[in-house]
């Protein structure tokens, strides 16, 4: 207690910039700050013992991407592994990445960040950290805040509760907290859920167990190809330089992504036919497609890549079932499904998704009022309105995560940079009396985007508005176009150069 008191009333490290998380995203916000704005002082604050976010995180068999690397590893970083990389190789890029810009020294690990208080009078915020090492309490102060913690509740995945749950005499297991000591090798395994995440555990399960089972309320779609790019394999033939490689073939996989997310809006029974044709091919004509066969059209949910097919393969071997019904109740042996059929395991793996949390859960304040994200509306996808120096990172839900880190890193080190040639002290996303009564939307609307994970937690995100600034466009290929462009001196924009005393814009 007395340690605990003396650090509470000890002054505070300040810096300009403090990020919270070393995760993809606070990786790549710290090396575009070192790159656009070398006088900025910033440390990182991390909640786990080491940096990675999610690849630290979840350590259930094959954990893999399901974005290439080409899109999903940094513009600035080129990827020379295979598009389809396991947590390992990603934490071995991150971890380099680290090194290169030497960002060691800036990272405080094992530290919960716990509330951020913004002062009007003092122009800065204050965050309230704990060391999860000594239990000791920690503050810093900083000019901005970026916040770069990730979407997700890491302790705690989602999980349905089930009728006769407690009645299963066996382990039951979400795979974003999985048991090292877990062992399946010879048992009956039953796995719920047919995402990225079950596409990944079931081939790299079945080999082990004496059946798997992969059982799903509804279908996912699913693409297939080999783990190689063939257009990065020929560009190293022919000795091209790297990062040469790395330009080239990122064009390229985004230039034929983005004619898949358009031809699904535009031609979705198109799209679908192919998709199809590629799964028939590897399971055989006389398959169930019904297995595969979503309600929803492509790209209104992530469309989930199954490298070298291996997911079909062991479907096709008989090693793995997919039964396509709902839960009625957990037994003794396993699952009963609503049509009756006893789904027999020895473990049972809910992979049902995550928890979607805001800011990450950390409490916010402005001069003593607490702040609650829901009654803001975003501001171009990266601030909120009310909220003074404060940005947030919430990569693509279609397109790879890290496209939006690198184009958002861009505008927000030249909002910083804005502010330093005004003489600023703070800048606050505002509404104009003309936008007050503007029509008021979802964050993300249904029909661009609707997995379960969203859908249960709209109500805690920011609005978005009907018009600019204040649309959130989760479209890289639109964003990619007007984040360069945005006027950091529209009038929406209020900068301060303290408490009351305004700029003038030009």
Not at 407 to 415: A, E, G, S
Request: contains cysteine; negative net charge; charged residues 25%.
């Amino acid at each position: 207690m007395t340690t605990v008191t003396a650090l509470q009333t000890a002054a505070p490290e300040h810096v300009d910039v403090l990020i919270v998380g070393a995760g993809i995203s606070g990786i790549g916000a710290a090396h575009h700050l070192l790159e656009k704005c070398p006088d900025k002082r910033f440390v990182l604050l991390e909640n786990k013992a080491a940096y990675g976010g999610t690849w630290r995180q979840h350590t259930y068999p094959g954990i893999r991407s399901d974005s290439d690397l080409y899109t999903f590893g940094y513009g600035f970083k080129p990827w020379s592994g295979k598009p389809i990389a396991e947590a390992g190789a990603i934490l071995d890029y991150l971890g380099e990445a680290i090194e290169e810009d030497k960002l060691d020294q800036c990272i405080r690990y094992n530290t919960q960040v716990l509330s951020a208080s913004w002062s009007t009078e003092d122009q800065q915020w204050t965050v309230e950290a704990r060391a999860k090492d000594s239990g000791e309490l920690k503050h810093y102060t900083a000019s901005f805040l970026w916040m770069c913690q990730g979407y997700y509740r890491h302790e705690q995945g989602y999980m349905p509760e089930w009728e006769g749950m407690d009645d299963f005499k066996g382990p039951v297991v979400h795979p974003q907290t999985w048991p090292e000591d877990l062992d399946y090798k010879g048992k009956r395994v039953v796995v719920i859920g047919s995402g990225a995440t079950a596409a990944t555990l079931v081939p790299n399960m079945a080999d082990d167990c004496a059946h798997l089972t992969m059982l799903q309320r509804s279908p996912t779609y699913f693409w297939t190809g080999e783990n190689r790019n063939e257009l990065a394999d020929r560009l190293r033939e022919l000795e091209v330089d790297e990062a040469i490689v790395h330009d080239i073939v990122r064009r390229d996989i985004l230039k034929i992504a983005q004619d898949i997310q358009y031809a699904s809006e535009e031609h979705p029974e198109m799209v679908k036919d192919e998709l199809f044709r590629v799964i028939r091919e590897k399971l055989g004509e006389d398959f169930d497609m019904s297995h595969f066969t979503p309600s929803y059209r492509p790209w209104q949910q992530r469309i989930a890549y199954v490298p070298d097919g291996d997911l079909f393969d062991v479907i096709k071997s008989g090693k793995v079932s997919v039964v396509t019904d709902h839960i009625d109740r957990f037994t003794e042996q396993g699952i009963l499904t609503k049509s009756g059929e006893l789904l027999e395991a020895d473990i049972i793996i809910t992979a049902t998704g995550f928890n979607l949390c805001v800011m990450g859960d950390i409490a916010f304040d402005l001069d003593g009022e607490p702040v609650d994200f829901a009654d803001t509306i975003s501001y171009r996808g990266f601030m909120n309105s009310g909220i003074p120096n404060m940005a947030a990172m919430f990569g693509y839900l279609r397109s790879s995560w890290t496209l939006r880190v690198d184009l958002l890193c861009d505008v927000i080190c030249r909002l910083l940079n804005n502010m330093e040639a005004k003489g600023a002290t703070s800048v606050t996303p505002t509404l104009l009396d003309s936008e007050r009564d503007m029509d008021m939307l979802p964050w993300i609307t249904e029909d661009v985007f609707n997995p379960g994970y969203l859908k249960r937690s709209l109500h805690l995100m920011p609005k978005q508005g009907d018009r600019d600034p204040w649309k959130n466009v989760p479209d890289y290929y639109k964003e990619r176009e007007l984040l360069p462009k945005v006027d950091l001196d529209e009038p929406q924009l209020v900068y301060k150069t303290g408490p009351e005393k305004a700029v003038a814009t030009a």
